[in-house]
């Protein structure tokens, strides 16, 4: 383990305390820390850091085996260890997958240097990565205290996130004397929250949320779908849904979750997952919060005869409205779960400001019945 462990807890209990002298350098730290909309720099910056600060020799601009030269070394595989474990150790608000995987920071074969250009947005966040590595590869602020003083930020905006979600959270449910939301006012709330920016996991978070409030009534339940991609598999995040029976684990139904138009290609490639699982299935059902084709529902419905697995296409709203009015005493749990679902995802696929979103509009919304 590279000496800057043994500064965790000093910077922990010290939080006020930069490690960074100059405002100007003090101040690209913090906008780098506090950029939500892209938290990939972050990570990157920390493992070309830890590389450096564990072996003097390494050239921090060459976190890349492919660079020609001397000095070389694996950034990801860093990333991948060193820095994943620090961030679940501390649940950092960062990425939880690795920066290496980002279009900006993919197959480089040359030094990070000033002269390179990274293709991201915002771009002023790329521009500021180059410009501290370059500043410890000059020796104008060493890696111990740049990787020390973004690790302070993290925390102090962890904590900020921290106070906000349970400021929020105190708000909500304050009068014992009001009704509860009606269906149709959750479905309101809901509509609201899927129209937030970044909202593409709600409607995976909404059907589970619905088969959890059920599960013990009908011996079924919600499961993760195994991961489909490598950000699913390295988050931990809850992906597409399978519903299990919970006597035998047979899956009977599996949920795909969709942001767009779901096509006759994806029916396809539907019909080829079914061909190949190991257990027998009952319904395949997407899930969409965009319009659906009359001719997609129609092409859908064509294979039950020749598989015997029935495949349809279902609106997401319209789903769970019908599920709310069906189950309407367990509308406020169903709420609930989806509340604590959302609050529970990973930053990175369920972000901050769209947990504060929820929380703001569910308060607003029964603060409107007291």
Known sequence: MVPITKYYKNIISRLQK?????????KMIEDICRCNSNKAPIRFLLSCLYAKIDKNSYDIRKPYTEISGANTFSGRHIDETKIQELITSYKLPCNSTTAYLTPAFRNIDRPITSALVLVGRPRNIYNITIKLIEKVYNKNITPSNLFKEIFRF???????????????ISNIGRSTDSLPLSSEQIINLLVQHLKCK???????????????????????RASPL??????????????????????????????????????????????????KASQSLDNYLFVTTDVIDDEVIEYAKSFYES????????????????????????????????????????NSSVGQPLK????????????DLT
């Not at 930069?18 to 003090?26: H, V």
């Not at 279902?314 to 609050?343: A, E, M, P, W």
């Open 18 to 26: 930069s490690y960074i002298s100059n405002k100007k350098d003090r």
């Open 154 to 168: 993290l925390l102090i905006i962890k904590s900020e996130n921290e106070n906000r979600i349970n400021q929020l």
């Open 198 to 220: 970044n909202s593409s996991r709600l409607p995976v978070l909404i059907i589970a949320s619905a088969y959890n409030t059920i599960s013990d009534k009908f011996g079924e």
């Open 226 to 275: 195994q991961a489909h991609n490598a950000a699913d598999s390295q988050t931990g995040s809850l992906g597409d849904v399978e519903i299990t029976l919970m006597s035998d684990d047979n899956i009977v139904t599996t949920y795909e979750m969709k942001v767009k138009k779901v096509t006759i290609h994806d029916i396809n490639i539907a019909i080829e997952k079914i061909s």
């Open 307 to 346: 598989i015997g697995v029935e495949i349809a296409v279902l609106d997401c709203i319209g789903f769970i409205k019908h599920f709310l009015h069906l189950f309407h005493r367990f509308r406020t749990h169903f709420l609930d779960n989806y509340q604590s679902l959302v609050l529970n995802e990973p």
């Open 356 to 367: 504060e979103a929820f929380l703001a509009l569910r308060q607003t919304a029964e603060s």
